[in-house]
């Protein structure tokens, strides 16, 4: 069966269960999956429409995949670190780990996400640096000078 044939599949079963039944079953998979649901989740599901179709983009955009599932989490753990947010950060951690990424990749992931992190921080600055004081105002300047007494 085809990506889009399972897609098409999936979108049945939503229109025949109905959004409320299905986000409810979506949440209860999760939370037994990953022994909790992000908040970003619970909110969503208030209007179940919402979770739906971010559920559905963030799990065609995975399941269709080159990578594998370790990796795709391994990658949105850093995400989440390089941005700071410890929930995304956690979340994705443990789902790395229940999809086989060891400590030491875990690990590895947290030092990479920190050289990017720090490397946008220095790139962004300095490409600001460079816009903003190509004309170095101290530089060109004769300062002030001292009256010269005879």
């Given at each position: 069966m085809s990506d889009?044939?399972?897609f098409e599949a999936t979108l049945k079963r939503i229109s025949k269960r109905g959004g409320v039944e299905t986000a409810t079953e979506w949440?209860?998979?999760i939370?037994?999956?990953y022994g909790r649901a992000p908040l970003?989740?619970?909110r969503m599901a208030e209007r179940p429409e919402v979770l739906i179709s971010h559920l559905l983009y963030?799990?065609?955009?995975?399941r269709t995949s080159a990578m594998e599932p370790k990796y795709v989490e391994l990658i949105s753990m850093a995400i989440g670190a390089a941005l700071k947010c410890p929930h995304c950060?956690?979340?994705h951690m443990q789902a790395a780990a229940k999809k086989g990424a060891s400590r030491e990749e875990i690990l590895e992931v947290i030092l990479i996400a920190g050289l990017i992190s720090n490397s946008s921080v220095l790139a962004n600055a300095y490409r600001i640096f460079d816009e903003k004081m190509a004309k170095c105002i101290p530089c060109e300047s004769d300062g002030v000078r001292p009256e010269h007494r005879d």
């Open positions: 889009l044939s399972d949440m209860e998979d939370e037994a999956e970003i989740f619970k963030k799990g065609t955009v995975t950060t956690s979340y």
